[in-house]
């Protein structure tokens, strides 16, 4: 007689809920669905965090400012408890700060970078028709190495204001630093990540000197001059924050454009109804974030005793809210699965919530409605080349190794 198995005991969970995993990688939607249906508050003990696949449990979490950010404060077993250099001797990027820390440097920084990024977008656009011009020449070719990487990087140079003498060795160093995310980095990444982050340090120190004594219409010169008006930032602190939108926008952006892409391309019906009414790119946009997001994941710590869906979580406990299963929860989305660029309802977690909600939200929905938009404007014919796509294996980011497309 074969007994009943507790539901608990053939949850999806360690790396099978991790991009390491080929299957995972490939189609991540039916594990997740799973977990969140069968226990969307999962202490996983392979990850020795807890694990939250529910919308309203991720929502409510990421939006919870009492919780900490700061993975050393949590279980040091946690799997993400070793993420970065989080020893307390060198500044910090927020991306893993907590208040009272938190709050004074994202302040100015959020106060700068949204300035800067409501009135970029005439430059995102000339940015975009080069690289779509460097293209129009060839066959065919690849959205993520010579569209998605280029773009965004083209874009926060111009917000940073980088000369364009320096923007060959500034783009070297923005693919180098990327590699900070990689946890399976080869030796020579490890490498080029090194020498980025030395360049980039000495990189925006010089930058610093020269705009306080030339300041320029850029987002250097916005945080030297806050910083010289009393907000309480270090150079160090403004150094690491600047080379931290790098980290956290560049790859970011090239999977949003490459997800978009591909969703696109194999939804043709959905295509046709974008290109017959532009004014759904905006709608588009959130609807690809909804869909495929870029971050799969983000994490918290609790800071106090809690309960949450009824189980109860002890403090320290690290807590990984899966965005991607919160972004399909059916409690929320009328059939989840389905591409629908109409969709009237898109409350997305695609860019986290609360106090840590992504700083560079509006400037990448934006460049991702130029980027997409344009390409599909300027190749009415684009169609996906015969391949077999494949997934980066980068914990908590989903994004394609490589999209070839003829034109
Ligand atoms: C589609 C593109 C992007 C996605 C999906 C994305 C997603 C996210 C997510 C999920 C978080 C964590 C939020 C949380 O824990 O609640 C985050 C934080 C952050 N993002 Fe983005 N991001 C994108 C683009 C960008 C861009 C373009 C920049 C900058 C130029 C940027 C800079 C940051 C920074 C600095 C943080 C840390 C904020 C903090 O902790 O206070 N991101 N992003």
């Given amino acids: 007689m074969s007994e009943t198995k507790a539901p608990e005991q053939d949850l999806p969970t360690g790396f099978q809920i991790m991009e390491i995993d080929p299957d995972f990688r490939a189609d991540p939607y ?6 969140q249906k069968r226990c969307p508050v999962h202490h996983d003990p392979v990850l020795e965090s807890v ?9 409510s979490v990421v939006n919870d400012r009492g919780l900490w950010r700061n993975p050393a404060r949590g279980n040091p077993r946690a799997v993400f408890s070793r993420v970065s250099d989080v ?14 820390d938190h709050a004074r440097v994202r302040g100015p920084l959020t106060q700068a970078f949204y300035k800067r990024a409501a009135k970029i977008k005439p430059q995102v656009e000339a940015i975009v028709d080069e690289v779509l011009d460097g293209l129009a020449s060839r066959p065919s070719f690849d959205v993520i190495a010579d569209y998605g990487v280029p773009v965004p990087i083209l874009v926060i ?12 060795e500034f783009r070297e160093w923005s693919e180098g630093i990327i590699h900070v995310l990689n946890a399976l980095r080869t030796p020579e990444q490890e490498q080029a990540l090194l020498a980025a982050g030395d360049a980039l340090t000495s990189f925006f120190a010089e930058a610093m000197a020269d705009r306080r004594a030339n300041p ?18 270090s150079d160090d602190e403004i150094s690491v924050n600047l080379q931290g939108l790098l980290v956290g926008g560049n790859l970011t952006t090239t999977d949003l454009i490459g997800n978009g892409v591909r969703a696109f391309l194999t939804h043709p019906d959905q295509l046709a109804k974008l290109r017959a009414d532009p004014k759904l790119i905006a709608a588009a946009i959130e609807e690809v974030l909804r869909w495929d997001p870029p971050i799969t994941m983000t994490g918290r710590v609790a800071s106090h005793a809690m309960e949450l869906g009824g189980e109860a979580i002890q403090p320290k406990e690290a807590l990984i809210s899966l965005l991607r299963a919160a972004n399909r929860d059916p409690t929320v989305f009328d059939d989840p699965e389905r591409f629908d660029i109409a969709r009237k309802h898109t409350p997305h977690m695609a860019f986290g919530g609360g106090a840590h909600i992504c700083i560079g939200a509006p400037l990448a ?20 080349a015969d391949q077999e796509l494949t997934y980066r294996a980068l914990p908590g980011f989903r994004g394609l190794e490589k999209l070839v497309v003829e034109i």
């Fill in 157 to 168: 140079a111009a917000v940073l204001g980088i000369e364009k003498g320096r923007l060959r």
């Fill in 216 to 233: 320029k219409d850029d987002l250097i010169t916005d945080m030297v001059q806050l910083q010289a008006a009393g907000a309480e930032l």
């Fill in 30 to 35: 039916p594990r997740l669905a799973d977990l």
């Fill in 51 to 59: 694990v939250l696949s529910s919308y309203d449990d991720v929502r």
């Fill in 365 to 384: 929905r934006m460049e991702g409605q130029v980027a997409l938009w344009k390409l599909f404007e300027r190749f009415p014919n684009l169609k996906l």
């Fill in 87 to 100: 020893s307390g001797e060198r500044p910090q990027s927020i991306l893993f700060m907590d208040d009272p």
